[in-house]
C-alpha cells in the first residue's frame, strides 16, 4: 500500500495551464477508473475536484480536468488563477474489488507566480 | 447539503487510547460508506480505512491493522474511529469523509487534530 508519486511542487503564471501527474501501480490507478483529485488551502479540510478520472462535482470550475494513462493519472488546471494556489492530492481505489482500499499521492504544492 | 461535524480537539499521553466520532446529517447515513483520513503536520494525507455504514463491514489500511477500528452507531448517525498504542507520531489531524458512491470523498468532516505527548 504504496504511496502515488506526485511531483512535490509546480508552478505556472495566471492565465497559463499546468499539469500534475500522479503515478500509482496496475493495482490501483492502473486497475480502476476511480481516481480523485482534492485542493486543499492551508488550515483547511480537503475539497473535492475530479473524481472518477474526468468527472467534476456540482460547482467546480471546468477549469479543472482529469485525465489518466495507464498507471498515470493527471490534473490539469487551465487559466490558472491566484485562488488555485493550494496543495493538490490524487487518490486512488486499489486492492479487491469486493473490499477496496485507498491510497492518496504524496501531494503537490501549486504555486502561482 | 450533506455535513459531517467532527467531535473536538484531544490530548493523549503515550501508549493511549483515542475514539473520535463523526456524526453525519442531512443524508441518509447508511446509503454511504464513510471514509477516515489523517494528516500529520506539514504532511500528505493519509488514508486509514472505511466502513460500510449499512451492514457495518470495515477494511483497514495496513499500516494500521490491529490499532484502529471503526464502528458505526445507525441510531446517532454517527462512525467512530478509535486508535490505540498512541505514539507521538499519531499527532494529526484525522478527518472523516463521505465516498460519494464508488469514488470521491466529499464532503469531508471539520478535522480533530489528536495531540499525543507525555
Known amino acids: 500500500q504504496s504511496a502515488l508519486t506526485q511531483p512535490a511542487s509546480v508552478s505556472g503564471s495566471p492565465g497559463q495551464s499546468i499539469t500534475i501527474s500522479c503515478t500509482g501501480t496496475?493495482?490501483?490507478?492502473?486497475?480502476?477508473?476511480?481516481v480523485s483529485w482534492y485542493q486543499q488551502h492551508p488550515g483547511k479540510a480537503p475539497k473535492l475536484i475530479i473524481y472518477e478520472v474526468n468527472k467534476r462535482p456540482s460547482g467546480i470550475s471546468n477549469r479543472f480536468s482529469g485525465s489518466k494513462s495507464g498507471n498515470t493519472a493527471s490534473l490539469t488546471i487551465s487559466g490558472l488563477q491566484a485562488e488555485d494556489e493550494a496543495d493538490y492530492y490524487c487518490c486512488s481505489c486499489a486492492g479487491s474489488a469486493t473490499l477496496p482500499y485507498w491510497v492518496f499521492g504524496g501531494g503537490t504544492k501549486l504555486t502561482v507566480l | 447539503q450533506a455535513q459531517l461535524m467532527q467531535s473536538g480537539a484531544e490530548m493523549k499521553k503515550p501508549g493511549a487510547s483515542v475514539k473520535v466520532s463523526c456524526k453525519a446529517s442531512r443524508y441518509t447515513f447508511t446509503n454511504y460508506a464513510l471514509q477516515w483520513v489523517r494528516q500529520a503536520p506539514g504532511q500528505r494525507l493519509e488514508w486509514m480505512g472505511w466502513?460500510?455504514?449499512?451492514?457495518?463491514?470495515?477494511k483497514y489500511s495496513q499500516k494500521f491493522q490491529g490499532r484502529v477500528t471503526i464502528t458505526r452507531d445507525t441510531s446517532a448517525s454517527t462512525v467512530y474511529m478509535e486508535l490505540s498504542s498512541l505514539r507521538s507520531e499519531d499527532t494529526a489531524i484525522y478527518y472523516c469523509?463521505?465516498?460519494?458512491?464508488?469514488?470521491?470523498?466529499?464532503?469531508w468532516g471539520q478535522g480533530t487534530l489528536v495531540t499525543v505527548s507525555s
Open positions: 496496475t493495482s490501483d490507478v492502473g486497475t480502476y477508473n476511480l
Open positions: 469523509a463521505r465516498r460519494q458512491g464508488l469514488d470521491g470523498f466529499d464532503p
Open positions: 466502513i460500510n455504514t449499512d451492514n457495518g463491514n470495515t
